[in-house]
């Protein structure tokens, strides 16, 4: 009878459900670790720029376990239910590869590529509109982690002048209106990155503002 | 914009890359653009399907899927440039774009296979439907079948309403029968999925079959009054009119 076509769909649905947990759970897991290394991370703001190392330091292993829980998520997900199920751990790969942009330019002052950021997260990267093949993070993700890391030079011009260190702000500030006349050439459309881009110019502005207290006292030349 | 070659190492690094993302953005964008079109023009001309289909209590069955035959057609031909868009990986990647028109399609030829066979069309079925040369021209999800049958309680409540105003009380019967299946069915399957639309259609769902059970309550009340007084030959138009 026709209620057949509702039975065969709800046993599909059921085998469905358990991938949709076990995605869950890995998810929150990265989650999890995630926190843990943006807190350890974020010392980076109370340390003068020669002691950056321990910090970078410190948060290698946290890498290794995100690479773990980025494994044990892309065991999961085939090309087939990739795009099904991205919503749900996109905020939080874009959380690690916001960690990764920021723990590279940390340590060498210098934009994150994709191809970095695959290497710290431990996972492929597919930044063209070709075929996935596999799990990989994706353009967007990518483009919305780096443009988290304009709150985060902003937070360090502020916290850099705390630590007695008046020149680190001209570089951070050299090297944020670069990125962001990177983001400028795209033409954006009325979404998420769309909104992100926005706020990116409320960064700068707090990155100049410290440059011009600095300037105005005679502090920088 | 300044020249590339008079600008930092760095920041020339910056403006190559991000122009290389912009052409893929701009790619992307503009593809999903093209789905979102097509997936509504297919919309448009699903519900021209449906009112065709539903002109049924006017117009002869032959000549009203005739007329439906038609826009099929023209269906067809959206669904084959819209196949062009969605190789591979791109159907799920636009999936979001490309579900309404395509659960729009789901549900004219649903009513259309109603109209015909008094079933439920399956999802083969539906494949077929959709296939030239015995290849599905896009790829249709579980979900998209699902939804594609939730909507049809509307679009059969019309039919139902129709049709007694043209005096064939069986189809009273017919549809209500249907309606009470896929109200079984959708709610179990509602138990176990995570589709959230599917529960924004229940109302729709229960207010149709509540109106159908209403009828289909008033015109059995009406016979039985009829027969208590001996009024057995009562002209069956008439009889509408007193129901509605």
Redesign the interface.
């Given at each position: 009878m026709?209620?057949q076509?509702?039975?065969d769909?709800?046993d599909?649905?059921?085998q469905?459900?358990e991938l949709?947990e076990s995605v869950k759970a890995a998810t929150k897991e990265l989650d999890r670790t995630c926190r843990l290394a943006s807190a350890k991370l974020s010392k980076a703001h109370s340390l003068p720029k020669d002691r950056l190392k321990e910090v970078t330091d410190a948060i290698k292993p946290q890498f290794a376990t995100i690479q773990q829980n980025i494994g044990e998520l892309a065991k999961l997900i085939t090309?087939?239910?990739?795009?099904?199920y991205k919503e749900m751990w996109t905020h939080k790969l874009q959380n690690a590869c916001a960690l990764a942009v920021f723990a590279i330019y940390l340590e060498e002052a210098?934009?994150a590529?994709p191809a970095d950021v695959g290497e710290h997260l431990g996972c492929k990267v597919n930044?063209?509109?070709e075929?996935?093949t596999e799990f990989v993070l994706t353009?967007?993700e990518y483009?919305l982690g780096v443009i988290s890391l304009f709150g985060e030079l902003a937070r360090l011009a502020v916290n850099s002048v705390i630590v007695n260190d008046v020149q680190r702000p001209q570089e951070i500030s050299t090297?944020a209106s670069?990125?962001y006349?990177?983001?400028q050439?795209?033409?954006?459309?009325n979404d998420v990155l769309r909104r992100r881009f926005d706020s990116i110019k409320y960064d700068i502005k707090r990155i100049e503002e410290v440059q011009y207290d600095l300037r105005v006292r005679g502090l920088i030349s | 914009m300044e020249d590339l070659s008079l600008m930092?190492p760095?920041?020339k690094?910056?403006?190559t890359?991000?122009?290389?993302?912009?052409d893929?953005?701009?790619?992307?964008?503009d593809?999903r653009e093209r789905i979102i079109k097509c997936s509504r023009d297919i919309t448009a001309l699903s519900k021209k399907i449906v009112f065709a289909l539903l002109r049924i209590t006017q117009d002869s069955p032959e000549k009203v899927f005739k007329d439906a035959e038609a826009k099929h057609a023209q269906v067809l031909e959206l669904f084959q440039k819209l196949s062009k868009e969605l190789?591979?990986?791109?159907a799920?990647?636009y999936?979001r774009q490309a579900t309404p028109g395509i659960q729009e399609y789901i549900e004219a030829i649903s009513l259309w296979h109603f109209l015909q066979h008094d079933?439920?069309i399956?999802?083969d079925q539906v494949l077929d439907r959709l296939s030239v040369d015995g290849q599905p021209l896009v790829t249709v999800t579980?979900e998209d079948?699902?939804l594609g049958v939730s909507d049809l309680p509307g679009e059969v409540n019309r039919y139902c309403i129709n049709a007694i105003g043209k005096g064939d009380h069986d189809a009273v019967k017919r549809c209500l029968e249907f309606l009470r299946?896929l109200k079984?069915?959708?709610s179990?399957?509602m138990?176990?999925?995570?589709i959230s639309e599917l529960g924004k259609k229940q109302p729709v769902l229960n207010s149709s079959l509540e109106k159908i059970e209403k009828t289909y309550y008033s015109m059995a009340i009406r016979e039985s009054e009829l027969h208590s007084i001996g009024v057995m030959n009562v002209d069956n138009s008439e009889q509408a009119n007193i129901i509605s």
């Open positions: 026709d209620l076509v509702f039975i769909l709800q599909k649905f059921d469905e459900s949709f090309p087939v239910t990739f795009y099904k210098r934009l590529t930044m063209t509109n075929p996935i353009l967007d483009l090297f670069e990125l006349s990177g983001f050439l795209l033409n954006l459309k | 930092t760095s920041k690094a910056i403006i890359t991000f122009t290389e993302y912009r893929t953005l701009d790619a992307h964008y593809q190789q591979g990986s791109d799920c990647r999936n079933r439920l399956t999802m579980d079948y699902l299946l079984e069915g959708i179990m399957v138990s176990t999925c995570h």
